[in-house]
């Protein structure tokens, strides 16, 4: 079900940037690219999404290629709480699938001090 | 104040019982969802209710049976509990289902253990 490719882990130092990528090159046009993160003993928690258009919030930056099958999430400075496991999903716009998050393994990322 | 609380934390039972999971969102949102994470760590969608409607019903044994009261609860009630029922369950609400543009809000998650 899981239609992205992740890196299993990644590893960054405290306050630097940290660059988090995703494949997806099945994405079908109406498909948007979302990123979920999960902290130790919690539940997932929404980072960003987009369709076309880099994004930017006030948690990370979300880089999308221009023909749509590969991603990056950037966090600018990765802080202790930030390490996590961090999810690439394609949710469907439309169809069968509408309404369902596909999580896949997801890159653990480790922030060292 | 907690979003998306479920109660209880922790749930150890032995083969056989039945028990609930309950869950309340505070959000005011339309959309709640059941979501297992196994012990492999991968998170799937079990259902959803919008508005006390089911709307997804992702083939789950019947022995799992969602019930929604009011558009701010979702319980999940497993019959005949089963050893591979051990998992994580996270319960998540969202403003609809079917926006892109409405991001999920997931509780703390329930561990079940099935001896």
């Known amino acids: 079900d899981a239609k992205t490719t992740q890196p299993n882990s990644m590893e960054s130092n405290e306050e630097e940037p940290v660059h988090l990528p995703c494949n997806h090159s099945t994405i079908s046009g109406t498909d948007y690219i979302h990123w979920y993160r999960q902290l130790p003993s919690q539940g997932p928690e929404y980072v960003i999404h987009g369709l076309t258009s880099n994004v930017n919030n006030r948690m990370a930056s979300l880089a999308i290629a221009e023909d749509r099958k590969s991603s990056t999430l950037i966090l600018h400075r990765a802080t202790l709480r930030d390490a996590a496991v961090y999810y690439c999903?394609?949710?469907?716009?439309?169809?069968?699938?509408?309404?369902?998050?596909?999580f896949g393994r997801g890159t653990q990322l480790t922030v060292w001090p | 104040d907690t979003a998306v609380s479920q109660t209880p934390k922790y749930l150890v039972t032995q083969m056989g019982n039945d028990k609930s999971i309950k869950c309340e969102q505070n959000l005011g949102h339309d959309t709640m969802y059941w979501y297992k994470q196994d012990s492999k760590k991968f998170l799937k969608i079990m259902f959803s209710?919008?508005?006390?409607?089911?709307?997804i019903n992702e083939t789950v044994p019947n022995r799992f049976s969602p019930k929604s009261p009011d558009k701010a609860h979702l319980n999940l009630h497993i019959n005949s509990l089963e050893l591979g029922d051990s998992a994580v369950y996270f319960c998540?609400?969202?403003?609809?289902?079917?926006?892109?543009?409405?991001?999920?809000?997931f509780g703390n998650g329930t561990r079940l253990t099935v001896t």
């Open positions: 209710y919008n508005n006390k409607e089911l709307i």
């Open positions: 999903i394609l949710r469907a716009d439309r169809g069968s699938t509408l309404g369902r998050l596909y």
């Open positions: 998540a609400s969202s403003q609809r289902w079917d926006d892109n543009n409405s991001p999920l809000h």
